[in-house]
């Protein structure tokens, strides 16, 4: 049954409503270049020239009523309501040229309180199934009466922004209007704009409700206790949150109202290069029939896949509706956390593989989202590379990073709940001399994280970043505990420890204007202070 779109000022006869996924099949199959279906019965696709989000391209319409509430700046750039207007009807007359479209209604948020309505209008069979995946699908009834919208995407990737427009800087334009709740993406395939877009969008509308809006993923303990993961690239959040023991909520984007926490996606968009059958075995079992594959190098003969070939890009993905995975919690809602748990991937060697943190240094982490990236060897010459994102995700903020960080305090305070700081990167000397934490020592803080028997260890501060150090932990030797211990050199780590420190204190100098004196005083140690 065709679809109508009038309202949205598109006239195309054949618009195809939340079709099945064997129908996007079909549909990819016969009307996209570059689509097959891999020898597990994954659709695979082509993004076309771009392989990842371009964030460069985003803009933010700046509208009366908005302009008070958002972070204006790098991240959320500012877009006069003409410009964005005149895009907005591009993708329209764009879409209105096409034989087909499809259209996926479907929710963000598994809480039916605070779940909103999307609606995403596309060209491509693959960007419908992408998003029928990400998306929390409706049921038949459900789908009856969904109604009008509350955000509606207009995916018009395949046409070029008009470059002339005031703000619109490249080809690609991926645009969001909050004020009249609309999102409209031009000269970029690549589906994860659309999934982002919706998280970006609950970062306006969830805290504006006193939820927390978080990226992070989470899991739940068969007692009922949540843990929450944040963690930038690398860090190990999938990896440690992927527990054969627990039950997934999620593995990305979540809200914690006052009754728990619920997962804003009904799917998983997992990184495919390297792909393990052996260490990820949930992630390569779910790509299988209705799962997307993207961008990834195939066999012609036996379209077997081949996860090691990033010739297209590093950046291959697969989506999959969260079922797939089989210890998935359905509905993917859970009740209030019981562990907070900050991963780091620190590269310099010098915090904790473990600590406790105070809400005032919660606060302050969180605001600050550090990691360490391995800068590439050259010349003989490595050295690590701070790496600071707000909020674990700074990308996808609308508000001011402090915004999320109080209400992340006032969850904290109400609570009880224990914030953890896990370094998964470097001991015994920074990257070139130490070594990479051992992953059997992790996942045993993280199980002694779980089973309550960390949060009663005796702890030593630590001098530098002023967190709570436990002294000993099962099934890791203490002096891994300490880092100053698995340093050769005492003088060189504390040398190390407060370069650091100063990396933290530029970086949150952005911050700190709005900042409360209790999350400034948390800073880490420098100098004469330390």
Not at 271 to 282: M, S, T, V
Not at 371 to 399: D, H
Not at 466 to 491: F, R, S
């Amino acid at each position: 049954m065709t679809f109508s779109l009038a309202k949205h000022g598109i006239e195309v006869a054949e618009v195809l409503r939340n079709p099945a996924p064997a129908r996007l099949y079909e549909e990819a199959l016969a009307h996209e270049k570059g689509s097959a279906i891999s020898s597990t019965g994954a659709l695979i696709a082509r993004s076309g020239e771009k392989t990842g989000r371009s964030p460069k391209d985003k803009r933010v319409a700046h509208h009366p009523e908005v302009t008070d509430d958002v972070w204006w700046g790098d991240v959320n750039i500012e877009m006069e309501p003409d410009s964005f207007d005149a895009l907005q009807q591009q993708a329209v007359n764009y879409l209105n040229t096409r034989d087909r479209l499809y259209v996926i209604d479907a929710y963000a948020g598994w809480d039916p309180r605070y779940r909103v309505k999307v609606r995403v209008i596309c060209e491509r069979a693959y960007h419908a199934l992408f998003m029928h995946n990400m998306l929390i699908r409706p049921n038949r009834e459900e789908l009856a009466d969904f109604g009008e919208p509350d955000y509606t995407i207009y995916n018009a990737g395949r046409l070029a922004a008009n470059q002339e427009l005031p703000g619109v800087t490249s080809s690609t334009s991926v645009s969001l209007c909050l004020s009249r709740g609309e999102f409209v993406i031009l000269g970029t395939e690549y589906a994860g704009e659309m999934k982002k877009g919706v998280f970006t969008i609950m970062n306006y509308i969830m805290p504006k409700q006193g939820v927390l809006s978080m990226h992070c993923s989470a899991n739940e303990g068969h007692d009922g206790d949540v843990s929450v993961f944040f963690g930038l690239s690398g860090t190990g959040k999938t990896t440690l949150s992927a527990d054969p023991r627990r039950r997934l909520i999620g593995d990305d984007e979540h809200c914690w109202t006052d009754e728990g926490v619920f997962n804003i996606e009904g799917g998983c968009y997992a990184k495919a290069i390297g792909l393990d059958p052996r260490a990820e075995p949930e992630i390569y079992n779910a790509i299988r029939f209705g799962a997307v594959l993207e961008n990834v190098v195939y066999d012609p003969v036996t379209r077997e896949v081949d996860y090691h070939d990033g010739s297209i890009t590093e950046n291959t993905r697969c989506s999959y509706p969260i079922e797939f995975i089989p210890n998935a919690r359905l509905p993917c809602v859970g009740g209030t956390p019981k562990n907070v748990i900050f991963l780091t991937c620190d590269a310099f060697s010098v915090l904790p593989p473990v600590s406790k943190l105070t809400p005032a240094q919660a606060m302050y982490h969180f605001i600050s989202g550090y990691t360490a990236k391995v800068a590439g060897t050259e010349m003989g010459v490595t050295e690590p590379q701070a790496t600071f994102s707000a909020c674990f995700g700074a990308p996808f903020l609308v508000l001011h990073p402090t915004h999320y960080a109080e209400l992340l305090a006032e969850k904290i305070r109400a609570t009880g709940v224990q914030v953890w700081l896990v370094n998964t990167g470097w001991t015994g000397g920074p990257y070139g001399e130490g070594r990479r934490m051992s992953l059997a020592h992790t996942r045993a803080i993280i199980d002694a994280i779980h089973d309550g028997s960390l949060k009663d260890q005796e702890t030593v501060t630590d001098p530098t970043f002023g967190v709570q150090v436990p002294l000993q932990c099962h099934g890791v030797p203490d002096e891994v505990l300490i880092p100053a211990k698995t340093w050769a050199d005492p003088a060189a780590y504390e040398e190390m420890a407060q370069h650091l420190a100063g990396l933290f204190h530029k970086n949150f100098q952005a911050y700190a204007d709005q900042a409360s004196p209790e999350i400034v005083a948390a800073a880490p140690r420098v100098g004469e202070m330390a």
